[in-house]
């Protein structure tokens, strides 16, 4: 039998990393009116941009201004990506409940991405947690490519472990660990988790899957079975990753929010609102959006 839980936390990432690839510039009056539907869902909590610099991430250069206008409602938590003390500052000043730092657990992919070494990387983020929590505000960490490279290979679990426990240390409230390019299989992800939790309080984890292979809902079973009650998703399947080449899009939000309802699991989220939102940004973008849910909804007006 399946050992699963009551209920299930679902972080919607789709304004930030599910718009962070796309090429197409999308104005911030519709991101905004995006992450004001994405309010009326149920969510409790919305990556709503990244304070990274243009230059990096152009998608987001509007990060402020989106910030700065959307309708906040209580009970929400509205985070946002910061990779320095710059970042911060913008973040700080944009009132931002959530600060959320990044690196990688493969050395290779840190540099591409962060362009500094793991170790360079820690008084960076560290100076930026410590500020964060005295200002009061909730911190989270990405981990990225916690299972696979895409330059370096497997990446090793003690590896991950390593970077893992170095950023709770430092004061971390959850470690979001990810997929980066979406190659996880179930038993690599039982695999990980049964060696990570004798090491790393399963409270503060969340899981981050990628759907390139389509194997990110199996990999969703496989984590809840191992009492992991908070995922990371898109809605629609936005995203990828700039800096991993053949990352498609992350877990879908509302295939992930459909198959925990038909299981019985609560999330607090209405599929209907969901449903309306992700076809506002499939409006948006001019393209279809690449979840099940998406593309039986699409079907159905043919």
Known sequence: MLNLPDHVTIKEVGPRDGLQNESKEIAAEDKVAWINQLSDTGLSSIEICSFVHPKWIPQLKDAAQVAASIKRKPG?????????????EA??????????????????HNRKNINKTIDETFPVLEDVIQTAKREGKQVRGYVSTVFECPYGGKTSKDQVLRVSDRLLRMGIDELSMGDTIGTADPKQVDEALSYWKNHLPLENLAMHFHNTRGMALANVIVS????????????????????????????????????????????GIDETALQKAADYMQRVLRKPL?????????????
Do not use: W
């Open 290 to 302: 690449p979840s099940h849910g998406m593309q039986i909804l699409n079907k159905e007006r043919v």
């Open 224 to 267: 809840l079975q191992h009492g992991i009650t908070t995922f990371d998703a898109s809605l629609g399947g936005l995203g990828g990753c700039p800096y991993a080449d053949g990352a498609s899009g992350n877990l879908a939000t509302d295939d992930l929010v459909h198959m925990l309802h038909r299981m019985g699991i609560h999330t």
């Open 91 to 108: 973040a700080l000043t944009a009132d931002i409940d959530e600060v959320a730092v990044f690196m990688s657990a493969s050395e290779t």
């Open 76 to 88: 929400i938590t509205y985070a946002a990506l910061v990779p320095n003390q710059k970042g911060l």
